[in-house]
């Protein structure tokens, strides 16, 4: 059974973290993110930030199959996070129902937009 059959049919929570260049961290998120599991996401994202020291943190929702508003709440506040504490943190790839979701919220484009305050860029390609 492939990652993504796992993941349709246990849709358990999961993170992963990554080193980018330029002192960058990717994030994969999946699963359900819900009330129960919300605190993990939160200690991985605010560790990233705040113990790691990131500049950019690229959370990848391409795996997520629900979110509820208390997950919604986590990525907002580890963005002002970020931030504040001179990082980044910006979603990317989110699943044909998260991202309509943050759509309808009007949320999408404000997450998915690096603020630039960190003054971080992704290195170029060759």
């Keep these: 059974?492939?990652?993504?059959?796992?993941?349709?049919?246990?849709?358990?929570?999961?993170?992963?973290?990554?080193?980018?260049?330029?002192?960058?961290?990717?994030?994969?998120?999946?699963?359900?993110?819900?009330?129960?599991?919300?605190?993990?996401?939160?200690?991985?994202?605010?560790?990233?930030?705040?113990?790691?020291?990131?500049r950019a943190v690229e959370v990848d929702l391409s795996l997520v199959t629900f979110i509820d508003s208390t997950g919604i709440g986590k990525l907002?506040?580890?963005?002002?996070?970020?931030?504040?504490?001179?990082?980044?943190?910006?979603i990317v790839n989110p699943s044909p129902g998260i991202r309509r979701v943050l759509s309808l919220l009007g949320l999408l484009e404000i997450l998915s937009t690096p603020t630039g305050t960190s003054g971080w860029a992704p290195p170029k390609s060759a």
Excluded: C, I, K
């Design 1 to 54: 059974m492939s990652p993504a059959d796992r993941f349709a049919v246990f849709p358990e929570f999961n993170v992963t973290v990554e080193p980018l260049p330029n002192q960058a961290l990717r994030v994969r998120v999946a699963g359900e993110v819900t009330l129960e599991n919300v605190g993990e996401l939160r200690s991985v994202l605010f560790r990233a930030v705040d113990d790691v020291r990131a």
């Design 76 to 90: 907002v506040s580890a963005r002002a996070h970020a931030v504040t504490n001179n990082s980044d943190l910006w």
